[in-house]
DNA sequence: CAGGATTTGTGCGTATGTATA
DNA sequence: ATATACATACGCACAAATCCT
């Protein structure tokens, strides 16, 4: 049943890495779910029922209740004990933090990466920025949600810095979770414009230009925000006037 | 069998707050392994056996087992598929990383509580580092290391973003488990010092000087790490050119 | 490099606690 | 206040993979 285990040693040199990791039931099924959530399929505040879902997928109860509770140590999802396990529902302030402290993470993950680039890491987020472009072009809105988080997790991943990259993988996850709950339409040509602006301090000589448009790019997702409707926004405005 | 589920509904005004919300099985077990491993009782790479602890517990291995899944969900265990779940076994390049993500929060949360500091926070953190400094004279090391966590927490909490306090809470257990790694003895007034400087500068009026009085606590955490032996540091320095 | 012991991964039936309509 | 749906928890069985001798 399992077909992904087969796990041939043959005698020559081998040039694949990565060498297929067992997936457990619980990995995969964690991962459809999550990317059910992650695209909206899955609708914010949906009840996970586990019955349901395992006769969904032809698995047995226990399975699905351990991915369950991996959404829910990833932050996407939230348990009632005795109730059941929710969809979250990001609300405002919720959004207003995770940009925040995303943005404090980029600042320093670029500071930190900042003297170490490398002509690779250039091309690299050059080919990763081809991608998101050509994904907003064709309008097609999962995928350049997927595209957008491939595009910022680069700085991150070449930092080799292991904590500071799961640390946003967390975030990201949460991130992408909000873009699902405010339906920000695929934006044009603007936010094209945007990324190019934000690769070309990213790859430019100015430490001090890429912290701005940070700022400036985390600034113009705040700015989509007020446009959902105050579903739990109960301290919506109780940041600051900056 | 379960004795704390008789709830009698008296006629009487209830002045109890925080009604007992139902802690599952599940919780329990995590949060009792958690502070074993955190304390250092279960040393760092352990296998946790589900039906040991099962056994031991005198609960069922299914409830073990999502137990030891949410430990490794927060980073302070890891999975090998069919070979069994281990404490982690945090390695040095790990407590680099750890320490200066943490650093970069750190700095982070100041900056944005800075000008909304109440006299509240001040004396509450003054209470948190009195308990600091006596746990530290009591050479009471689970106490004292449970005390500078509660104590750096302050910061966090009072800045009433709750992504950024998830994260410090991720970060910060892990830190914990460090602690268990490294056999660092409780520090004496030296470290007092260290902490009397650090709430100076932390409910004085200069941002710049708390920015360094946390680069030079990370620094002493840091220059502590190298007196560690390679137990299970494989990967040390895979980070040096080889 | 076998092969058995150990442990995890998965399925299923069942009983009970809890929330909610 | 009752009923129903669901989560929580237990126990057992067996398959699958790893570990160890």
Redesign the pocket.
Known sequence: ??KT?N?RKSAAALPEFDAVL?R?????IAETLRDLILTGKIAPGS??????IASRF??????V??AIWELVDQGIAT???????FVIDIDVKTMRELYSVRGALERYCFTEIWPRRTREFRTEFEARHATLVAAIQKQDRAEAIKAEMHFHSHPYEFSQNGVLLETWHQLSKRIQLSFAVSQVHVRGEDFIEECNRYLAAAIGDDLSMIHGEIDRHLQLGMDAIPHMDETGAEHADAVAPK
Do not use: I, K
């Open positions: 049943m399992n285990t796990r067992p457990t039931r619980r990995a995969q009840q996970l029922v586990e019955q349901a032809g698995v047995s109860r226990g399975s209740r351990e348990n009632r004990p005795y109730a059941g396990t």
